[in-house]
């Protein structure tokens, strides 16, 4: 049994923890408040803040991996996220442990094509290109000997924070009209959280993995008006009522709401086909994707429980 330690308890954390805690390992999750599964033998739960080097690198001492599913508040981004990046890697670099990053693909910015690991990582906005420049803070401390970091990638997830469950799935449940702040018919990758968890204990504990960044296992595309379709037929709801937003009224509700305006800065994935290509992480660990059916009952389950 060895250690592992995980910052942030949301959905990518816990199923983290619980896929870690499946495996008889031992796991500490660490939030400000103490949050995460409860209950759960094996995982231990604790509040520090993670941004106190000293605090966290006492916690991370022992273990053989040190997981960054930290997600801090999405318009607070480039005030909250470089001193817990700073720290989480100054911590792996003292407790010896691998850092194991969660990320999106953000940083590679507009593309025109299937996006691979070779992608450049190109993203100009700031937002977008901190979590480029995160990647290659890492990169070079691993480089340089000081540290073993990897990192996993995904598109938007289907089973929890994203535009799917989170705006579409419970109107579409009801029978009622879905308004989406998205294009509904570019093809589009969608990520299950349950691939980002195995994909990511994978590569904290295979030293192929280190100093390499890695696509999570992901289906085929599909536009927001068939996973919806396909959401509703799993349901045996009616068929999906969907209406897209228009760019100017989104942009004018990003006047009051800072989570809406954050959006403008990642429209470009949903107004052209937007695909995540995954082929090397299946070909070199053997992980496939999860079936979508599958993640699309998680989805009804949750969606069913708090109607």
């Known amino acids: 049994m060895s250690l592992h330690v995980i910052v942030g308890a949301g959905p990518v954390g816990a199923a983290t923890a619980g896929q870690?805690?499946?495996?008889d390992e031992q796991v500490r999750i660490i939030t400000r408040r103490g949050g995460g599964p409860d209950g759960v033998p094996g995982i231990e739960r604790v509040a520090a803040d993670a941004t106190d080097v000293t605090r966290l690198s006492e916690l991370a001492a022992g273990a053989v991996a040190l997981y960054n599913c930290a997600n801090p508040q999405y318009h607070q981004w480039l005030t909250d996220w470089p001193p817990l990046a700073s720290a989480l890697l100054a911590a792996a670099e003292r407790s010896g442990a691998?850092?194991?990053?969660?990320n999106n693909l953000y940083g590679y910015g507009p593309v025109d094509g299937p996006i691979t690991e070779a992608t450049p990582l190109a993203a100009t906005h700031p937002k977008l290109r901190l979590r480029a420049d995160m990647w290659r803070d890492a990169l070079a401390a691993h480089e340089a000997g000081r540290v073993r970091v990897t990192e996993v990638r995904a598109s938007d997830y289907i089973e929890a924070n994203s535009i799917f469950s989170m705006?579409?799935?419970k109107p579409l449940l009801a029978g009622k009209r879905g308004y989406v702040p998205t294009a509904l018919d570019a093809p589009h990758s969608w990520t299950s959280i349950r691939d980002v968890a195995r994909t990511l204990v994978t590569v904290a504990t295979d030293e192929r993995a280190w100093g390499k960044a890695w696509h999570v296992p992901t289906n085929p595309p599909l536009t927001v008006r068939e996973i919806a379709t396909r959401f509703t037929e799993l349901a045996g709801a009616p068929a999906p009522k969907l209406t897209a937003i228009p760019y100017p009224v989104l942009w004018t509700a990003g006047l009051f709401s800072p989570l809406l305006r954050e959006l403008r800065a990642t429209s470009y994935q949903?107004?052209?086909?937007?695909?995540?290509?995954?082929?090397?992480?299946?070909?070199?660990?053997?992980?496939?994707?999860?079936?979508?059916?599958d993640a699309l009952r998680d989805v009804l389950a949750a969606a069913r429980a708090t109607a």
């Open 98 to 102: 691998v850092l194991a990053t969660a």
């Open 20 to 23: 870690l805690a499946d495996c």
């Open 167 to 169: 705006v579409l799935a």
């Open 270 to 293: 949903w107004d052209r086909p937007f695909i995540l290509d995954s082929t090397l992480v299946t070909k070199t660990f053997g992980i496939e994707p999860r079936p979508l059916d």
